[in-house]
C-alpha cells in the first residue's frame, strides 16, 4: 500500500459534500497557493507520461466514463507496468475504482474532467 497522500481535484463544498468545488481557481484568475499548485502538479504529473495520459484517455471515452481494466490494458506495456499507472492516477485523484468480481472497473468522475477544464479555462471576454 503506498503512503502517497491524496490530493484532490475537487474539495466538498457545504455540510453534506453533494456539491464539489475545484481544487485550484483558473491559471488565469489569481496566482495559485502552495496547496493548489501542489494538487495541480500531481495531477499534471501523472498525466505527463503517455502510458497513463492513454489509460486515462481510455477510460474518459470509454462508454459511460467507466471501463474494465481488461478493456484497457492493450496500451503496449506490461498488466503489472498498467497497474501500477492506473494507481498512480487514482493517487492523483483522476480516477476512481470498484471492485467487481474479479476485475477492477475504473471511472472518471464528470466533475474531475469539468474542473481540469476550468483550471486552463481563459476568462470569458466582457
Known amino acids: 500500500m503506498s503512503n502517497a497522500k491524496v490530493l484532490p481535484l475537487?474539495?466538498?463544498?457545504?455540510?453534506?459534500?453533494?456539491d464539489v468545488v475545484p481544487c485550484c481557481p483558473p491559471l488565469t484568475e489569481r496566482p495559485m497557493?502552495?496547496?493548489?499548485?501542489?494538487t495541480a502538479a500531481r495531477m499534471f504529473k501523472a498525466l505527463g507520461d503517455p502510458v497513463r495520459?492513454?489509460?486515462?484517455?481510455?477510460?474518459?471515452s470509454h462508454?459511460?466514463?467507466?471501463?474494465?481494466?481488461?478493456?484497457?490494458?492493450?496500451?503496449?506495456?506490461?498488466?503489472?507496468?498498467?497497474?501500477?499507472?492506473?494507481?498512480k492516477l487514482k493517487e492523483a485523484g483522476l480516477l476512481t475504482s470498484e471492485r467487481r468480481?474479479?476485475?477492477?472497473?475504473?471511472?472518471?468522475?464528470?466533475?474531475v474532467l469539468a474542473?481540469?477544464?476550468?483550471?486552463?479555462?481563459?476568462?470569458a471576454a466582457a
Request: with cysteine; aromatic share 6%; hydrophobic share 35%.
Open 53 to 60: 495520459l492513454r489509460l486515462f484517455s481510455a477510460v474518459a
Open 115 to 123: 474542473a481540469m477544464g476550468k483550471l486552463l479555462t481563459l476568462p
Open 33 to 38: 497557493t502552495a496547496a493548489e499548485a501542489e
Open 63 to 87: 462508454e459511460d466514463g467507466e471501463a474494465c481494466v481488461c478493456d484497457i490494458s492493450d496500451v503496449g506495456v506490461s498488466q503489472p507496468t498498467v497497474s501500477h499507472h492506473l494507481k
Open 10 to 18: 475537487l474539495e466538498p463544498e457545504g455540510p453534506e459534500g453533494q
Open 101 to 111: 468480481g474479479t476485475w477492477v472497473y475504473y471511472r472518471v468522475e464528470p466533475s
